[in-house]
């Protein structure tokens, strides 16, 4: 008879199938990339839906960003439809947030609780780092909080810590501190750090059993993607989720207007705890310096005992020459279990190598073959361009910039992460939760109100002495001991978010207007005069800040059509969640540029990794690190997985970095690839063959300096092999810039007239930015309008 999810097993393999169909406790899918793991996951919640095994509301499946949990919900609502509706998929944090949200108050926090992301953290902790004069005892506030992020991700907190720690070291006594204080600070300002969100919902299930059954008795399904990096305090979460609960007839409860009964577990028995699927692949794990930790893959069987182990080996993602590469690069990791991906895919197009003088000759080679896909059919969006460190993408987006091929960064210096940003969050944070002192205080007197550090000691020490907030010792203005002058500017302050207030948050059961927030944040950034002083300034970044803001209230009012219930508490919350690889403009027609470690679980048409090089990918910061290089060739192979048809492999000879420019050898990992797999368009050797400086250089640094060039290097056992391409030249006669051009001192102005050399003559419309990152917002005359980097964009002034 017809399965009611036949069609969903369809097009799997049998093992795909194996992992859909089987039910019991415990399901363990280990595979390598590109095996359809992440499907796997989303068709065997379609089959549950389907067979109407669960409700939508019984499945909490967590996913590593917030992109890819919205992939699997669009996925999942394809498959089957509206009954995918109130199920959590989610990542960790993010279901974290929704069960505080509802539990807080259990344990001294409101339901409005702040979330700190780590720019706030590292604020909260640079102030305390001073206060204690820590770094005295070597203590720097980026330490202190790496410290304090891997102490939490073991679930250690700052009383067991001090319990443990050698607390005669004064450096130790110190720094448990400064742990204290930055605990008891959070908890002040109703506040969790994104640690806590994890670790507290953790200690929340241990503290209150009945809480933890609450949940227990829902989520019967749990599926976690990605599990190969999941931490010891994700691991536990998970743990506390899968606990049977004792017998007990369970509450209904309500979920999207509708009433839920649980199933109900007979004569005092036992209901058994969820059934657990994970996936993982541990040749990808990439997060341990995060606490993530593989042994939750090789321990598996060994803590959810009967657990049951599918493989998948097939890969539908890539070529065969591209899982040849990988398999031979992560083949030198030892302390791994052998396994091999094979596709049908056929061998495709050969890898593409090549080796630029500098980083910009680089991006010019990249920005140059992108362009050559394009213009074969390839979308911008089907490519991806890869660095290992986030300062990379400078001399890639310069040249995408002259080169007018579009792109978005994904991570990276993010649009939340910009002052003026900050700023209005600040703002909407100080009326949600009027408890968070930090955000209150860095909008004490942004715009500029006059009111400097003496007067925020002033209203700090005001609030201390009567035990109230800041943000009500704001209200107090006339008490605090200042002049008439800063008095009316504190108490314009507090009537402005007391206005705000009423905006956005409505009295008890009345309902707010969709559009509270943004409005509400329309009215705090004109009312407090924050753009009024933008307008004001002559300072050209400023208009850039006004357009921001802009984006940030139109961003309020997608959140609203998208949340017509949603309060400025869920706006905030939604806006810290933004996971790295997560970004606001998701526009097809743009090239990705991202570090490697965002690009897992990705795939794109076409790959490009670049800055193959020692001290860059093995990072120099790894060779220290004990499993360090191991876990960078890791990092490698998840970037080199990503490729579906096209992988291209580049680097440079020499590259200016940590504010010197360097000789740059080739990475270990190229010379793990055969050489029979990559077609060098521009090989070490041909440009060794070319300049002979740059070869005595390399030679210089005394590495198998019995070898000539990088051909003899990369495969010491047979003759060079790669043949220089002779056309490499002609074919790309701009590739090393003829001169190196400058316009940095150009005066421009909006409605001036420019011509560029490839899109003619067009009209400037604006200049924002400053010094060397000055960009013009140019309307060409016939090619429309383009963004270009001033300094060294091809334009002359007409
Ligand atoms: P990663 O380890 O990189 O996360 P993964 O194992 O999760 O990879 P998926 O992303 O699920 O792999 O699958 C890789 C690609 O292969 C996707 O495009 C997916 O749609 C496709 N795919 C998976 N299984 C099959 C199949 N049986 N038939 C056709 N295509 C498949
Ligand atoms: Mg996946």
Known sequence: SARPDADLLEGLNPQQREAVVYRGPALLIVAGAGSGKTRVLTHRIASLLRGREAWPSQILAITFTNKAAGEMRERVAQLVGNASQGMWISTFHSACVRILRREAEQFGFTKSFTI????????????????????????????????????KNELEDAESFA????????????????????????????????????????????????VADVYRRRFRHILVDEYQDTNAAQYALIHELTRPVQGQAPE?????????????????????????????????????????????????ERDFPGAKVVLLEQNYRSTQNILDAANAVIRNNFDRKDKKLWTDAGAGAKIVGFTGYSQHDEA???????????????????????????????????????????????????????????????????VANPLDDMAVRRILNRPRRGIGDVTESAIARYADSEGISFRDALANASALGVGPKLQAAIAQLDAVLAEASEVMLPATGELASPTAVADGLA?????????????????????????????????AREFARNNPEGTVVDFLAEVALVADSDDLDDEAGQVSLMTLHTAKGLEYEAVFVTGVEEDLIPHRISANEPGGPAEERRLFYVGVTRARKRLHLSLAMTR????EISVAMPSRFLQEIPAELIDWRQSPGDVNGRGGTQSRALNARGQRSGSGNWNSRLRHDDPPALKPRSTSL???????????????????????????????????DAVTGEGAKRVAHVRFDTAGAKKLLIKIAPIEKL
Do not use: C, W
């Open 730 to 764: 002609e074919k790309f006669p701009n590739r090393i810039p003829a001169k190196v051009r400058d316009n940095g001192d150009m005066v421009l102005a909006a409605g001036d007239r420019i011509r560029h050399e490839d899109f003619g003559e067009g009209r400037v």
């Open 523 to 555: 009215m705090l950034l004109e009312k407090s005069g924050y753009r009024q002083a933008l307008r004001a300034s002559k300072d050209p970044q400023d208009e850039a800040r006004l357009e921001n803001l802009d984006e940030m209230v139109a961003v």
């Open 116 to 151: 700190y992301d780590s720019g706030d953290s590292r604020a909260l902790i640079k102030r305390l780092v001073k206060e204690h004069e820590a770094d005295a005892f070597g203590h720097s506030p980026a330490s202190v909080q790496s410290r304090i992020s891997k102490l």
């Open 656 to 659: 200016a970095q940590f504010g």
């Open 364 to 430: 010019q080679f990249v920005a140059e073959e992108v362009e050559a896909l394009h213009r074969a059919g390839l979308a911008y969006s089907d490519m991806a361009v890869f660095y290992r460190t986030n300062s990379q993408s400078r001399a890639l987006e310069e040249i995408f910039i002259r080169s007018a091929v579009p792109y978005r960064i994904m991570g990276g210096t993010r649009f939340y992460e910009r002052a003026e940003i900050k700023d209005a969050l600040a703002y909407l944070t100080a």
């Open 163 to 210: 319990r443990q720690a050698n607390m005669s070291d004064p450096a130790e006594r110190v720094f448990v501190e400064v742990f204290g204080d930055y605990q008891r600070a959070l908890r002040k300002a109703n506040a969790f750090d994104f640690d806590d969100l994890i670790g507290q919902t953790v200690y929340l299930f241990r503290a209150f059993p009945h």
């Open 252 to 300: 209904p409860f309500e979920q999207g207007g509708m009433m839920i009964f649980e199933p109900e577990p007979q004569g005092g028995e036992q209901l058994p705890g969820a059934s657990l699927t994970v996936v993982g692949d541990s040749d990808q794990s990439i997060y341990a310096f995060r606490g993530a930790d593989i042994r939750n893959i090789s321990e598996f």
